[in-house]
């Protein structure tokens, strides 16, 4: 037998409510802050993820799925959606109709890690990203718009986590530093840190290795050899949230697993999810726009774990959405009326009234099990000394009601039945 992919999961009708509740109000919320959402493709050319996101992370390096068309073309699965976003605000000039641009997306991702509960290989993110603004006023409506769902999902053991990476200048200042401060430790890194060490020292920070974090814990913070402008963004962030009601921490070792970032980085963490803890990342990203080709604009953004969200709600017990139902069930109660049934059905179905009978010849009580299972509102008797006295029967399935019903007012039910 084929079976899906190691660490691909399929969504099952019973799962399905969940689903559709939480983009239901995503897309509510990301209207009620006004962002229009972007779809773009699956795949895209290899080289807009290196760029976009730096040859020496965890992503490009270890987790993309790469792989060449019949044309030779590099093509890679996203793993993540801020490059690809990027790609299409330049490539369609957004930046020139308007001069912020506040995107939404929900899409599945692929990455190539080894799995785990919460951790897939294609998984699903939400996210958001405005490009076109340096205020640190929108890096907060980031971390609310973030928080705020999450909130509204009815979780709560959430931690958030922010820092500043500062500007690229400050970065510059703050490698030597940390080059001086590691240098004479730098043989007791791990492999990867050791060439990290010489290619992009900061995602030393990355590294879950133990040993690793020991001597990365006490190296110079780089929140403490801020350029003034980042410090006074940050500032203005923490006020924010603390207008805001949003508790945080400051973490200075998030340096987040992707090379676009400056200045302001989050994550929203959840203590009901095991090993991955984080819900949602983010931060600002103020250089991308240049380095994938297109006219210098500041941005910020985050994403969120669909999945992640989901194991969260279920170990909080936090979502209790009911079982979608369909209005009327009709029953068949004597033989011979399956064509008068499937007309009655299709009356019902263009007044938008949602409805289903049987197809496979079950008997009353089989019937009334199935309408039972369906957890349908009303069931519908069609049959029996009613039906020749023209009559049908109408029985309210929450409270029990029977109701008699002309069959020369059926049009009376539709008001009835919504
Ligand atoms: P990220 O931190 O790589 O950021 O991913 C965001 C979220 O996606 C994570 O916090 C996690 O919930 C979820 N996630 C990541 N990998 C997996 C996985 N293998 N299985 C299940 N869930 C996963 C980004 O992707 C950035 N593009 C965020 C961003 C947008 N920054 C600025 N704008």
Known sequence: MIKSITGTKDILPADIAKWQYLEELLRETFRLFNYKEIRTPVFEETALFIRGIGEETDIVGKEMYTFKDRSETSLTLKPEMTAPVVRSYI???????????????????????RPQAGRLRQFNQFGAEAIGSRSPLLDTEMIQLAYGILKSLGLNNLTVKINSLGTPETRETYKKLLKNYLEDKKSLLSEDSRRRFDTNILRIFDSKIESDQTIIKDAPKLIEHLDDESKQDFEVVKNQLSKAGIPFQIDT???RGLDYYTKLTFEIDSGSVGAQ????????????????????APATGFAAGIERILLACEN?????????????YLIRVDSGLEDKIAEFASVLRTQNISCDYDYLNRSVKAQMREANKMNTKYVLFVGGDEYKKELLKLKDMSSGVEEIIALSEFNTLYAKLK
């Open 277 to 296: 803890t984080a819900l949602c990342g983010g931060g600002r990203y103020d250089l991308l726009i240049e380095t994938l080709g297109g006219k210098a």
């Open 316 to 328: 909080e017990k936090s979502l209790n959405i009911p079982d979608q139902s369909i209005d009327v």
């Open 253 to 255: 070792a998030l340096v």
């Open 91 to 113: 490539e369609h000039s957004l930046g020139a109709q308007q001069p912020l641009t506040k995107l939404f997306y929900i899409s599945p991702m692929f990455r190539q890690e």
